[in-house]
């Protein structure tokens, strides 16, 4: 059993930068390809980006790639999610899921674990 802890959400200015965390319990991290999920309100939740288990591999989708930087760190069961020019439309709660793969897959219910979620308000 594996259980997602996520934290570094908030309020941000446009233009701004957060960056998310998520602590995972367990032995078996690196076991699991890690992504970022996000869902904003009246939406479905979509994908943003992923890692593969040993960190070599990295997915985004096209609306973050060159602002979003997904990385882990296995010695201390966490994925980041650094996010810089920060948009209005990044508005969303964004959830850490894990699958146990190499590879993060794009379909939310292929993912094994989930974290409970973290608001992200980009505002003036």
């Known amino acids: 059993q594996v259980q997602l802890v996520e934290s570094g959400g908030g309020l941000v200015q446009p233009g701004g930068s957060l960056r998310l965390s998520c602590a995972a319990s367990?032995?078996?991290?690196?076991?699991?390809?890690m992504a970022w999920f996000r869902q904003a309100p009246g939406k479905e939740r979509e994908f943003v980006a992923g890692i593969s288990w040993g960190g070599d591999m990295t997915y985004y989708t096209d609306s973050v790639k060159g602002r979003f930087t997904i990385s882990r760190d296995n010695a201390k069961n966490t994925v980041y999610l650094q996010m810089n020019s920060l948009k209005p439309e990044d508005t969303a709660v964004y959830y850490c899921?894990?699958?146990?793969?190499?590879?993060?897959?794009?379909?939310?219910?292929?993912?094994?674990?989930w974290g409970q979620g973290t608001q992200v308000t980009v505002s003036s």
């Open positions: 899921a894990g699958i146990r793969a190499r590879f993060p897959k794009g379909p939310d219910y292929e993912y094994d674990y």
């Open positions: 367990g032995r078996t991290f690196s076991s699991y390809a």
